[in-house]
């Protein structure tokens, strides 16, 4: 009789080479060996796909992204085939698949793809038969059966969306460190690791530059309230549970402190200041592509303003192309480009009902002399906009201040 069928995400990390993916058949072996029905979603070996991309950056500077993702989505397929045959060497029965083959249908957005369906019959077949299910993450097909991947970090996503469709009673995602920590371990050592945390406040944290998520996967947890256990691939120690709620966290204002290096700011000088005007600028910047996250105007008694905005790094050179475009088109001046800042936030579910943790915030930056260049808020973060080589000096003054170090 099954205890249950349980999703398990193993990073590529955990599966960065031979001696570790044995060790992760050991683990799923373990598990099996207790009764537990197992989907192992496993993602590309170490830093498999940086590699592939590095690859296809030697070929073309403008790879076609349905190209790139026939390229990438094989690193997966390597990892879950050498996993079955680890698991296989244990004793018990195992069979990978692609995205594909498990029926995961997505559109047809190359590289950061959304999943529409997933038609799971042939892992409920696998099942039956008593094997242990691996499948290739971050990946899916489109109706036209083209290969598509779901975004860096989609791994998770397949996890979790798994978890949803095989109505699994929990989804494991296994990484380097041992659960969600109030910051990130390898900027600040002293950081503390967090035993739960809200749906709400690993989304903000995910979007702002955890790394450990993807924000995309929290998304669908939260939607249909899957519990999800973050925990070490090197470890047997209880991790982090990203829950819906608890009342154990009332009394906590700030949960965590991230920092995000891959942005960059563009400033567009002497706009004009009339209706429209920001709508012409980022509906153009939008047809490229690119993703505008923090926006400041500033207008002033002459009736022009400047307008800065923040974009990921990655796609600063087309970001910039089409910003001096519409500048030239809406007659602003000179544009003006950052390559070198970071985005620290603090982010908890507890700030909303308590006053002063902004002030807070910009009074321990100012105390360590750094400057705030932008500042954006919602109802449980605040980040700002610093120089990129100050960042790590910033995390660690909040870190300390907000109580988010062990003592």
């Given at each position: 009789m099954s205890k249950g069928l349980i999703v398990q995400k193993y990073g590529g990390s955990s599966v960065a080479n031979p001696e570790r993916?044995?060790?992760?058949?050991?683990?799923?072996?373990?598990?099996k060996k207790e009764g537990y029905d197992l989907v192992v979603v496993v993602s590309a070996l170490g830093d498999t796909t940086d590699e592939l991309i590095e690859l296809a950056g030697q070929i073309s500077q403008d790879p076609p992204e349905r190209e790139m993702d026939m390229l990438m989505?094989?690193?997966?397929?390597?990892?879950?085939?050498?996993?079955?045959?680890?698991?296989?060497?244990?004793?018990?029965?195992?069979?990978?698949?692609?995205?594909?083959?498990?029926?995961?249908?997505t559109d047809s957005t190359h590289t950061k793809a959304r999943i529409v369906r997933i038609d799971a019959r042939r892992i409920h077949n696998a099942l039956k038969e008593n094997k242990v299910v691996i499948v290739a993450g971050f990946q899916g097909v489109t109706k036209n059966e083209d290969i598509t991947t779901l975004g860096r970090g989609g791994s998770d996503l397949t996890a979790v969306a798994l978890t949803k469709t095989l109505n699994a009673k929990m989804c494991e995602i296994y990484?380097?460190?041992?659960?969600?920590?109030?910051?990130?371990?390898?900027?600040d050592r002293k950081a503390k690791k967090i035993d739960s945390i809200t749906y709400d406040e690993m989304l903000e944290m995910a979007s702002l530059g955890a790394q450990v998520m993807q924000a995309r996967s929290i998304e669908v947890a939260k939607k249909f309230k899957i519990p999800i256990h973050v925990r070490s691939s090197?470890?047997?120690?209880?991790?982090?549970?990203?829950?819906?709620?608890?009342?154990?966290?009332?009394?906590?204002?700030?949960?965590?402190?991230?920092?995000?290096?891959?942005?960059?700011?563009?400033?567009?000088?002497n706009v004009p200041d009339k209706p429209g005007i920001a709508a012409k600028i980022f509906e153009e910047i939008s047809k490229v592509g690119v993703n505008v996250d923090m926006i400041v105007q500033n207008v002033s008694h002459t009736r022009q303003t400047?307008?800065?905005?923040t974009v990921p790094r990655s796609e600063l050179p087309q970001a910039l192309?089409?910003?001096?475009?519409?500048?030239?088109?809406?007659?602003?001046?000179?544009?003006?480009?950052?390559?070198?800042?970071?985005?620290?936030?603090i982010i908890g579910v507890g700030m909303k009902s308590h006053p002063g943790i902004a002030a807070k915030m910009f009074k321990v930056l100012a105390e360590n002399k750094i400057n705030i260049e932008m500042i954006s808020t919602s109802e449980i973060s605040i980040s700002c906009i610093v120089k990129q080589k100050l960042g790590k000096l910033a995390v660690k003054a909040l870190d300390k201040k907000f109580n988010l170090i062990k003592r």
């Open positions: 993916i044995k060790e992760v058949a050991k683990r799923v072996a373990s598990y989505s094989t690193g997966e397929q390597i990892s879950c085939a050498l996993l079955a045959m680890a698991i296989e060497e244990l004793g018990h029965d195992a069979i990978s698949f692609t995205g594909g083959q498990v029926g995961i249908i990484t380097d460190v041992e659960g969600i920590f109030t910051s990130d371990p390898r900027v090197f470890s047997t120690k209880e991790g982090t549970m990203i829950v819906n709620d608890s009342k154990k966290m009332e009394g906590v204002f700030v949960r965590g402190v991230t920092l995000n290096n891959k942005e960059a700011k563009l400033t567009i000088c400047d307008i800065s905005f192309a089409m910003t001096k475009k519409v500048a030239r088109q809406i007659k602003a001046g000179d544009v003006l480009k950052d390559a070198h800042i970071a985005r620290v936030s």
